[in-house]
């Protein structure tokens, strides 16, 4: 059973629990046994859900449309977030948000990758593919952030930087290699999480950071596992088998030394809890700001 099969059938087994409970209340009918027959079958599900994950399970998992998105986590994290727009070059990039917010009191810059939640959003998100202009949004945000000694806090979400003509055409390779340049070098805490997707020079592009932390479901390689089949094996069909070997979870890079934290997740997803996992970063990032 896939994981997309199993966390429907958690979902189904949610609703007729609640059913129950609303028909045990409202007929005043002692219905507690078959209740705990079906919460004992859902506490199984969710514990298989989460033992029995495969690395491609979690890339599916990182993709789901319901999983919370950097703006979600931005407004469940910080207070006053006023969005900045615009890279002073060529425009503005809604792939790529960013402004300045409070963390428990303290001024921070914050910036994240953004997709959308339907085909709409994801069109003018551009499914979360930044262009140039988003990652010249992002550095200018940080060199701000520097002159000012705010801490700046980056949501890694994406499938990769944008490839069409017009993000070739204004520079999309230089204005990645620049962030990683001046990423290394500005003098100010950076922390970079992978919330979701973390692929390609898309993610490196905003994670240079004195701290790089995952979400437990997040991936985060060189490029997807399609594209890795498709060069190494010329063949996109076996992304699956390319997810097992490319060592891309957090639980991977974090035995190999590549990220520094892992954030837990609810069985099933960080979108059956997002506020739960939005309290666990925000208490592990008032923890390294204020330490």
């Known amino acids: 059973m896939s994981v997309l099969d199993l966390d429907k059938k958690i979902e189904e087994l949610e609703i007729k629990i609640e059913e129950l409970r609303k028909i045990s209340t409202e007929n005043n009918i002692d ?107 992002a550095l200018r945000l940080m060199k701000q952030a520097e002159k000012f000694k705010r801490p700046i806090i980056t949501f890694i979400d994406t499938p990769g930087a944008y490839c069409g003509i017009g993000a070739e055409e204004r520079g999309q390779a230089e204005a990645i290699a620049r ?11 950076k922390i970079a999480i992978v919330i979701g997707e973390g692929s390609s020079g898309g993610a490196l592009a905003i994670s240079v950071a004195d701290e790089i932390w995952m979400l437990e479901n997040a991936v985060y390689s060189i490029l997807s596992p399609e594209g890795f089949a498709s060069i190494l094996w010329k063949d996109a069909s076996r992304a699956k088998e390319a997810a097992n070997v490319m060592k891309m979870t957090a639980y991977d890079l974090k035995e190999l030394g590549i990220i520094n934290k892992i954030i837990k ?27």
């Open 31 to 137: 219905l507690t046994c078959e209740i705990e027959k079906m919460e004992k079958k859902l506490l199984e599900l969710r514990n298989d859900l989460s033992s029995k994950l495969t690395p491609w399970d979690r890339v599916v998992l990182a993709r789901m449309n319901d999983r919370p998105t950097s703006l979600d986590y931005i407004e469940m994290i910080f207070d006053d977030f006023i969005e900045f727009h615009g890279d002073r070059l060529y425009g503005d990039d809604p792939a790529i948000v960013g402004g300045i917010a409070t963390l428990d009191g303290i001024p921070v810059t914050v910036i994240g990758e953004q997709k959308g939640r339907n085909t709409k959003e994801n069109l003018f998100r551009n499914f979360g593919m930044p262009h140039p202009e988003g990652y010249r949004k």
């Open 179 to 189: 962030n990683l340049m001046e990423m290394s070098t500005i003098d100010t805490l």
């Open 265 to 291: 997740e609810p069985a099933g997803g960080a979108h059956k809890a997002p506020q739960m996992v939005a309290e666990e970063i925000k208490r592990n990032l008032i923890a390294v700001i204020k330490g």
